[in-house]
Nanobody, 126 residues
Framework: QVQLVESGGGLVQAGGSLRLSCAGS????????MGWFRQAPGKEREFVAA????????YYADSVKGRFTISRDNAKNTVYLQMNSLKPEDTALYYC???????????????????WGQGTQVTVSS
């Protein structure tokens, strides 16, 4: 059974930092792109960041570029999202996801991912 479990969310003041983790099991995640997405109340799920299966390429939404960093440890089947300089508009439920197709890079659309975690809430107060 494939599982993705996020952790690390919480309440933080504007300007603060959080580090999200996503632990995978039941699949060889090291050959798949991994992504982070977020969904705020009343809004569609949106792309935040993605990392290629080897970790050599990273992709970011313009809204988080320069503030968030995605990384992965394939030996631990874990993906991370370091979030710095957080803003109230970053408040959302954050999901990690695994690409549908192995050895593909540059997956930034929701439809390209097939396994999703349950989400971890990030709330940034002003």
């Amino acid at each position: 059974q494939v599982q993705l479990v996020e952790s690390g969310g919480g309440l933080v003041q504007a300007g603060g930092s959080l580090r999200l983790s996503c632990a995978g099991s039941g699949r060889t995640f090291s050959v798949y792109d991994m992504g982070w997405f977020r969904q705020a109340p009343g809004k569609e799920r949106e792309f935040v960041a993605a990392i290629s299966w080897r970790g050599g390429s990273t992709y970011y939404a313009d809204s988080v570029k320069g503030r968030f960093t995605i990384s992965r440890d394939n030996a631990k089947n874990t993906v991370y999202l370091q979030m710095n300089s957080l803003k109230p508009e970053d408040t959302a439920l954050y999901y990690c996801a695994a690409d549908k197709i192995p050895y593909r890079s540059g997956s930034t659309r929701v439809s390209l991912y097939d396994y999703w975690g349950q989400g971890t809430q990030v709330t940034v107060s002003s």
